[in-house]
């Protein structure tokens, strides 16, 4: 079974991300902006079954 990972953000925990839609965006490591919170810049990737773990940590 293939992992599946996803970006989250580092100071809310939110997946809630803008959608890179071309070629340059996906292979470039630019800023992001969570749409929850507003936070801007580089968002850590995470296996999906641990979302509520970083969630957890980050209330800490």
């Known amino acids: 079974m293939k992992k599946q990972y996803t970006k989250i953000c580092p100071k809310c ?3 809630d991300l803008p959608i890179k839609t071309n070629f340059v965006e996906m292979l470039m490591p630019t800023p992001e902006k969570c749409r929850k ?13 641990e979302i ?5 940590d980050l209330k800490k």
Do not use: D, T, V
Not at 52 to 56: G, L, S, T
């Open 13 to 15: 925990g939110s997946i």
């Open 37 to 49: 919170c507003n936070y801007n810049g580089l968002f850590p990737e995470i296996e999906i079954n």
């Open 52 to 56: 509520e773990n970083f969630r957890k």
